[in-house]
């Protein structure tokens, strides 16, 4: 009886040691079975587990290569894949989405296939779900992070990821590559879109809330593995464009690029995609230091890293770091890469050999080989793929797609559209409005939903859900709707070429017998390096659309449909009304027609810095001296067309009585400070507001900013409601990277600001 207890103690203390040192908790019994797996795995089996193929590496093709329609596995390929290459994890489709039953067909046949195999380890299916199960037809579509983070509130990012593990799970895919928690400083950069805008502060709540959504409490069939990207800086090129060198200094990566990631490993991300780029000329996949020091051994990270594509190969070729390809390898391997994204065929062949070899010459060790695989074996121990090899039943999947889950998704949707500016009240319209709507992406469901939607670049139509676009859904409401398109965005040799409609001359024409007219501009759907541009403008060809309707001296409300933003500053002045709709998704359509026509009042906030001109790019949390204007020598150089967090709505909020528990804070003693704030709904509608608090420290060793997020709550207001918010903040709120590279509070006069109000406390010893 003693020596069980014994026992029992032990494993209990081992557990618990195991726990606290990892970033999610570990399964002891599980953590022995994938130690005797390891070691009764051969030296071809372990190398296996670290490769990722895509689909088509194991897809029919005709004789030119080409894939056939409808795709189908080759059993050759399969074969040798699975059982000779002992290949470990799948990623993705081919050119566009599936059905259900097409899923489970190809994951059944992976399944199936994989049985033969000795240890009975699944393969981990990874799929691109970013906003909704993008690649499942008929899926809920959400809007893209950008929109998400426009909602300011956090329990959208968590319903979207629930409603998303919930539809990836009914394919039977159990690995989600989302979300992305690069910060989205570089407006330019193709992939703006798909991030949660400029703050740390608001990427991280909202990357914490949608990790929550996968991956639940517990994993059960309706919850999938997030991945966590793109691990680190990849979203701040110098020149602007996919994939090409950042230039982060350290100081900036802790207290801004850092931070998100940390959160979420903290959240029990359970994967991290690797940074495709390089930063300071170290590429993302080579940086020991990032991926072996910090995530691994600093935060404790027990899940797997997982490469982005091709990206071995990459050194090689593009990075120039490595001379050959299998040197690539080992140094990928070697700095911490856990499995590779290979993806092709026959190149997957080449890397199990590399690997092989590598190991074989001690170049890479077998030890880090089992670190790697035990990491991956870990994954798949959690999310249930070392013993349930099935594919899901249909039945159980009965909200897939459903009312309730479009509910949801329209929620966000219209939670994130952001109204900029309301001259003369011209919003709402009125149902008795005679309406011209024009611009190129008012009749498109692809500019709503922007990239990766049924498609990578998102550009096919063939693929799309039956929602209505915002003309569709206008001319179904209002009665006396004029619908031009004013002008076309066209691709030419890859790049969006705009072209005048000759509906132009026509529409302008009808605008003088209308009350107001709706412009809809913004860009065609694209990603990564497809989606690379030249410039911010918005092309001179939508412009041409209110310059020309402004000539009627018809009110004109412009309504941006677009992921990043489109520089509009000589249009700005002719327009009365402007809405930034983002990528709202597949409900965008009705969602933006509900706020034109006030059903719904407006709530969305910028989550980025709007400028004003293309080659001054400034964000909120900018220091003083970039202020400094030297044709007046004011500070009045931050002049952007709108600030990160502004967004009207069709009531008006007032705030006061700020209010502060102390003045005073102790450092070393951690103290707390309440404060608090009033906010009233003084008008006559129903609202909702965003209480957003940012703090200054006045003097610091490092150059401060001017205000940074601290913390925001966004509450719903009755007409004439009052309700106080409180939040509760430690010294550590105010900390910043110091000197010597450590969190740092210094002593000093500091204030919050809540709108225009300002309060001020002391940080003492
Ligand atoms: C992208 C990743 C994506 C992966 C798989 C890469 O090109 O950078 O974000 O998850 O492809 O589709």
Not at 446 to 468: M, R, S, V
Not at 625 to 647: A, I, R, S, V
């Amino acid at each position: 009886m003693k020596k069980y207890l014994f026992f029992v103690i032990t494993i209990l203390l081992y557990s618990c040691s195991r726990n606290e040192k990892t970033s999610f908790p570990l399964d002891y019994e599980q953590e022995k079975i994938i130690d005797k797996l390891i070691n009764n795995m051969t030296l071809e089996e372990k190398v296996g587990q670290t490769c990722q193929i895509t689909l088509d590496a194991i897809l029919l093709k005709d004789s030119l290569n080409k894939l056939i329609e409808p795709h189908q596995i080759d059993s050759v390929k399969l074969n040798e894949a699975l059982l000779k290459y002992k290949v470990g994890s799948i990623l993705n489709v081919s050119n566009h989405t599936f059905t259900l039953d097409k899923w489970h067909k190809i994951l059944s046949q992976i399944h199936e296939k994989n049985k033969q195999n000795p240890h009975g380890i699944q393969v981990i299916y990874g799929i691109d779900a970013i906003h909704g199960a993008t690649y499942l037809s008929n899926s809920t579509l959400f809007p893209q992070q950008i929109g998400l983070a426009a909602t300011w509130d956090t329990s959208h990012a968590r319903k979207l990821g629930e409603v998303t593990a919930y539809e990836t799970r009914a394919s039977g895919i159990r690995w989600n590559f989302s979300p992305v928690l690069d910060l989205g400083r570089t407006p330019i950069w193709s992939r703006f879109f798909e991030t949660f805008g400029e703050d740390v502060y608001l990427a991280k709540t909202m990357g914490k809330s949608i990790v929550y959504g996968y991956q639940g409490e517990k994993f059960n069939d309706y919850t999938v593995a997030a991945c966590l990207k793109h691990y680190v800086g990849y979203s701040f090129p110098r020149s602007g464009r996919d994939r090409t060198p950042a230039l982060i200094p350290k100081r900036i990566m802790q207290e801004y690029y850092l931070p998100p990631f940390e959160e979420a490993i903290k959240s029990g991300a359970l994967t991290v995609m690797i940074n495709s780029g390089e930063v300071n000329g170290i590429p993302g996949h080579t940086n020991k230091y990032l991926i072996s020091e910090v995530l691994k051994e600093k935060w404790n990270f027990a899940g797997f890293t997982l490469s982005d594509w091709e990206d071995y190969i990459k050194l090689h070729k593009e990075h120039l770091t490595d001379s050959t390809i299998e040197m690539a390898i080992a140094s990928a391997f070697n700095a911490g890469v856990d499995m590779s994204m290979v993806p092709n065929n026959p190149q997957y062949k080449e890397y199990c050999k590399s690997l092989i070899k590598l190991i074989n010459d001690g170049v890479v060790s077998e030890d880090r080989l089992n670190d790697a695989v035990k990491r991956i074996l870990r994954v798949k121990g959690k999310i249930g793929l070392l013993s349930d090899l099935s594919v899901p039943d249909k039945n159980n999947y009965s909200d897939l797609a459903s009312k309730k889950h479009r509910d949801i998704a329209y929620n966000a949707a219209k939670e994130s559209i952001t109204l900029l500016k309301n001259q003369n009240n011209i919003l709402p319209l009125k149902s008795e409005d005679k309406i011209l709507l024009i611009g190129p992406t008012s009749n498109s469901l692809n500019c709503l939903n922007g990239a990766w939607t049924h498609t990578w670049q998102g550009i096919e139509t063939k693929y799309n859900n039956d929602f209505p676009t915002i003309k569709q859904e206008l001319e179904s409401r209002l009665k006396n709707v004029f619908s031009f398109e004013g002008s076309k965005m066209l691709m030419k040799d890859g790049d969006e070429f705009d072209e005048i409609s000759n509906d132009l001359k026509e529409a302008v024409r009808v605008s003088k017998s209308v009350d107001v007219a709706i412009v809809c501009v913004g860009e065609l759907p694209s990603t990564e390096m497809p989606g690379d541009i030249y410039s911010l403008n918005l092309p001179d060809e939508q412009k041409m659309i209110v310059k020309e309707l402004h000539k009627s001296e018809i009110p004109i409300v412009l309504v941006l449909v677009s992921g990043r933003p489109k520089i509009i500053r000589d249009i700005e002045p002719l327009c009365d009304g402007i809405l930034q709709a983002y990528l709202p998704g597949d409900q965008g359509g009705v969602a933006v027609v509900d706020i034109l026509t006030g059903v719904v009042n407006p709530s969305g906030k910028l989550p980025y810095t709007y400028p004003r001109y293309d080659g001054a790019i400034l964000y909120y949390d900018h220091k003083k001296l970039e202020t400094l204007n030297g044709n007046n020598w004011k500070y009045d150089f931050f002049h952007p067309q709108w600030n990160f967090g502004y967004g009207l709505s069709y009531t008006d909020f007032k705030f006061s009585n700020l209010r502060l528990s102390k003045k005073n804070i102790s450092i070393s003693k951690n103290e707390k400070i309440t404060l608090s704030v009033d906010v009233e709904n003084t008008g006559d509608i129903f609202g909702k507001e965003v209480v957003q608090l940012y703090a200054r420290d006045h003097y610091a060793s490092i150059s401060p900013p001017l205000r940074k997020l601290v913390r925001y709550n966004k509450i719903s207001l009755e007409p004439k409601q009052k309700k106080t918010v409180i939040f509760e903040l430690d010294a550590l709120d105010f900390g910043f990277f110091g000197i010597d590279f450590d969190w740092t509070n210094e002593v000093g006069k500091h204030s919050f600001f809540v709108g225009d109000l300002e309060a001020s406390f002391n940080l003492i010893k």
